[in-house]
């Protein structure tokens, strides 16, 4: 939580290529890390998350991995899809406050 | 419709008179999010809720906002003597512990 970055702020893909958006976090405390979702004019909406006891998650062409350590977490997208194309943002959060933290975004277009 | 609801969807006001926006979580949710997100940026933390009591209130906002959740179930948030630059989306979001929040469609402001 805290001070959240991402990285790339925009990001262009190929479809069928793979995406790659990193997130950087401060507090060594955080232990939930959720990405989001938002499309133009929508709502944020959670596509997947990971707890701190877990190193890697994966759901069909989505996957998200985390470094304690290193104190980041990536979200992977394979095969990206034209309607992949969203701002993604992280926004980890700190056992015992419960504040979602979000990034500073990124702006993924997948081009056709 | 059993997600986030928040009324109005759309305000409009002009320059110093006072706004107030209305939030109905999931009902279960015992956690209640604002956040206000301009153009370009993600959703910034104003203030969030275990159920009845205000458990942190970002330093960023004045004192000219203030948010309420009187039994638990609903929020208010309230603008006084609004200015330019809060014209913004006002997202609402809900969860249960530390899992996922649930936003909802959001309140756009403009202040003239």
């Known amino acids: 939580g805290e001070n959240v970055e991402q990285h790339p702020s925009t990001l262009s893909v190929q479809e069928g290529d793979s995406a790659v958006i990193k997130c950087t976090y401060s507090d060594s405390a955080s232990n939930y890390f959720p990405w989001y979702k938002q499309e133009l004019g929508k709502r944020p909406q959670l596509i997947i998350d990971?707890?701190?006891?877990?190193g890697e998650k994966k759901d069909q062409r989505i996957a998200v991995t985390l470094n304690k350590t290193a104190k980041h977490f990536s979200l992977h997208i394979t095969e990206t899809q034209p309607e992949d194309s969203a701002v993604y943002f992280c926004?980890?959060?700190?056992?015992?406050?419960?504040?979602?933290?979000f990034g500073t975004g990124t702006r993924l277009k997948v081009l056709a | 419709d059993t997600g986030v609801s928040q009324d109005p969807r759309h305000k409009i006001t002009k320059r110093g008179q006072n706004v107030t926006f209305r939030c109905d979580p999931i009902s279960e949710h015992n956690r209640l999010y604002w956040y206000r997100q301009t153009l370009g940026q993600g959703p910034e933390f104003l203030t969030y809720f275990q159920n009845e009591a205000q458990l942190e209130k970002s330093r960023l906002l004045s004192d000219r906002f203030s948010a309420e959740r009187p039994k638990g179930s609903f929020s208010t948030l309230e603008i006084q003597r609004t200015e330019q630059g809060d014209s913004a989306m006002y997202l609402c979001?809900?969860?249960?512990?530390?899992?996922?929040?649930?936003f909802g469609q959001g309140t756009r402001l403009t202040v003239v």
């Open positions: 990971i707890r701190s006891n877990v």
């Open positions: 926004a980890p959060i700190t056992s015992g406050t419960y504040k979602y933290i």
């Open positions: 979001a809900s969860s249960l512990a530390e899992g996922e929040a649930f």
